[in-house]
């Protein structure tokens, strides 16, 4: 079942980041201005029977809603926790080709590396710990943390989520980091 985890603010105060518990793609994006247009999309479509929704855009584990300025959040926000408890993820239409080929995947382990080791290797250095990278499977990266780092409450958290984000927005937005 889809679950909202997180709203976020966006600089249009019109829209609303919602961040969910699982993927709905790998690495297509999807935008509808129009219900008209979301017509081959059962998710987007149903999103805009939410009264005052003016356009949707979701991509990865997040979906941002835009509405008129007429509409309260309150009664889109509702609406949608409700049709996204409701919704088949498996209708949402599949993706042209969401394989990585090994090439892909060679080379973006290399850039993941490259950004482990100016940025975050050092960071947990500095705090006792370091990081194992187990192996790339996709866009799925698999971590250990070691030293300080392996038994810190914060490293499962915070710092999981920092990386990944990192990654997302330095290389591709469809990583995702896990510990191993």
């Known amino acids: 079942m ?21 993927k709905l793609l790998v690495k297509e994006t999807r935008n509808y201005s129009s219900i008209a247009e979301a017509e081959n999309d059962p998710f987007a479509k149903g999103i805009f029977t939410i009264q005052g929704v003016v356009s949707v855009f979701y991509m990865d584990k997040f979906v941002t809603i835009e509405k008129n300025e007429e509409t309260s959040w309150n009664a889109i926000q509702k ?8 919704f088949d993820k498996k209708t949402i239409p599949s993706e042209e080709n969401t394989e990585i080929s090994k ?11 490259e950004i482990l080791d100016m ?13 194992q990278v187990l192996g790339l499977e996709g866009y799925t990266l698999t971590i250990r943390y070691q030293g ?8 499962i958290r915070g710092t999981l989520v920092a990386i990944e984000n990192l ?14």
């Open 119 to 131: 940025r975050v290797r050092p960071a947990l250095a500095g705090d006792g710990g370091g990081l």
């Open 148 to 155: 300080a780092c392996g038994s810190c409450p914060s490293a």
């Open 2 to 22: 889809l679950i909202v985890q997180d709203v976020a603010v966006t600089p249009n105060p019109q829209a609303l980041k919602f961040v969910l518990n699982e």
């Open 167 to 180: 990654l997302r927005r330095e290389i591709h937005p469809s990583i995702d980091v896990i510990p191993g």
């Open 103 to 113: 090439e892909e995947e060679t080379e973006l382990l290399g850039k993941i590396t």
């Open 79 to 86: 609406d949608f926790v409700n049709f996204l408890k409701n």
